[in-house]
């Protein structure tokens, strides 16, 4: 019983920077049907070049975070527009842009390791020390804690874009019915490319707000794309409010799994993987997806 408020304050950690991870994810595929492999490698990128700026150049943490934003999107906005866009319109096979988005994962890969090495990196922490509460019932650092308010300030920052801007709202229109949409007037090519750069811009930003606390390297990629498409799963495809459930419910079966079970080792995600799978053999749509058909 001791342990259930450093699980909670852990989990919600997780799962704020989770919930990001698969927004970003999760909007791609809502607008394009595109399951991006390559999510993960722009996490890395995002991390590496808030820790080139912020850790190598010394310049303060706000215009290392803003530059990994702006990096990232236009990434994003040049591979919609020269690589995902042509390749929709040339192949009807989903396959075709799996395909690519596995190609560009290993591009993106060898991009950072010839940039940036394969060695950890990390930056400074931007504040110091720890609270403690209830008699070192609940012991965090205030550098997690600055990290989990600013993306759950970031989470409903983008709610808020994607609810009440016109972008947002022709977004979730696009999302909704890709044909209806463009007969009401919605530029199809113009929003699907900035829904992919407000996608890869989202990566960028968790990227760079994580480099401060578990430092990046080159093998985060995959890992990190793992569980962005566990998220996805676990609160249905395409769902915005589904990835935030998924996100939220990963980080706290993460943060009880490693409270109550370091004992036997590395078994967490081992169960995490099999209560998926028993899960979407119950419930294949997520939490909050349609049923398929």
Not at 18 to 43: C, K, S
Not at 98 to 107: G, T, V, Y
Not at 167 to 194: K, P
Not at 245 to 250: E, N, P, V, Y
Request: hydrophobic share 55%; charged share 10%.
């Amino acid at each position: 019983m001791d342990q259930i408020p450093q699980i909670l304050a852990n989990g919600v950690y997780l799962g704020a920077q989770y919930a990001m991870i698969a927004l970003g994810l999760t909007l791609i595929f809502a607008l394009m049907n595109v399951l991006n492999f390559a999510h993960g490698q722009m996490y890395v990128l995002g991390g590496f070049v808030t820790y080139t700026i912020y850790g190598a150049w010394g310049l303060p943490f706000v215009v290392a975070l803003a530059m990994s934003c702006i990096t990232l999107a236009i990434l994003g906005a040049l591979i919609e527009k020269y690589l995902f866009a042509p390749v929709i319109k040339k192949s009807a096979r989903d396959e075709s842009t799996m395909l690519l988005a596995a190609a560009i994962a290993f591009l993106l890969d060898a991009v950072i390791l010839l940039v940036f090495g394969e060695k950890q990196r990390g930056v400074p922490k931007l504040v110091d020390g720890t609270t403690i509460l209830g008699d070192y019932t609940l012991v965090i650092a205030n550098d997690r804690i600055l990290i989990c308010l600013l993306a759950i300030a970031s989470i409903i920052g983008f709610i808020s874009f994607m609810q009440f801007s016109k972008t947002g709202r022709a977004l979730r229109a696009l999302a909704q019915d890709r044909v209806a949409a463009q007969l009401m007037g919605v530029n199809v090519d113009r929003y699907s490319m900035i829904g992919f750069a407000l996608g890869a811009m989202l990566a960028g930003l968790v990227g760079g707000l994580l480099v401060t606390i578990t430092g990046i390297n080159l093998g985060m990629g995959g890992p990190t794309s793992i569980k962005a498409f566990m998220m996805v799963m676990i609160g249905g495809a395409g769902v915005i409010s589904g990835a935030i459930a998924g996100g939220i419910i990963l980080g706290f079966l993460e943060a009880a799994g490693l409270a109550l079970l370091a004992s036997y080792g590395n078994i967490t995600y081992l169960l995490i993987f099999v209560s998926l799978m028993i899960f979407l053999a119950i419930r294949p749509q997520g939490l909050m997806g349609k049923p398929w058909g």
